[in-house]
């Protein structure tokens, strides 16, 4: 599991207060990032982190995506971060649909989240013409951070106990 993928994990378990279930493998090359289930109003979430800070890919985009440019490997940055990569291959594929309704997502029964550092306007309009939410990773982190520094929990997990130290020294003027 990727550090984005933990921490988003963290935020959607620890302030969210959902469960979750993390890297969920399908048939080919697909895998789903994170199902949540909010179990105060028993709404299901299919969510899936695409954050980069590299200058140049780190905003989510509604330039078009293509199948061919995502296997050529100096445009294969700029293909994984565009609303139709989401819709069509971390959503929309038929082993991703196939694989969550063995955990009861389907027909509409969830709602389809993508956490980015940050997203250009377009990206925004077309995310919502598709019913996807759009969280960004740097408003998680700020949660988490808020979150940690106001609980003593101790954490065994490698990142979310560098998350809370970090809070924690942040908190720390002396």
Not at 38 to 58: A, L, M
Not at 137 to 147: A, D, K, N, S, T
Request: glycine share 6%.
């Amino acid at each position: 599991m990727e550090t984005t993928e933990k921490i988003v994990e963290a935020y959607v378990r620890y302030v969210q207060g959902w469960a979750t279930i993390p890297n969920i493998k399908c048939k080919g090359q697909f895998e789903i990032d994170l199902i949540a289930f909010d179990p105060k109003t028993f709404e299901r979430y299919h969510i899936e982190s695409g954050v980069s800070i590299s200058k140049s890919y780190s905003k989510l985009s509604a330039k078009p995506f293509s199948e061919n440019d995502l296997k050529i490997r100096i445009k294969t940055a700029a293909q994984r971060r565009t609303i139709g990569y989401f819709v069509q291959r971390k959503f929309g594929s038929k082993e991703v649909i196939e694989r969550l309704s063995e955990y009861g997502l389907e027909n509409g029964n969830y709602s389809k989240i993508i956490v980015s550092w940050g997203w250009e306007d377009d990206a925004k309009r077309e995310a919502d013409r598709n019913n996807i939410i759009l969280w960004d990773f740097r408003l998680i982190l700020r949660e988490i951070g808020h979150l940690f520094k106001m609980q003593n929990i101790y954490f065994i997990d490698d990142t979310l106990r560098t998350l809370q130290l970090f809070a924690k020294a942040i908190e720390d003027k002396s």
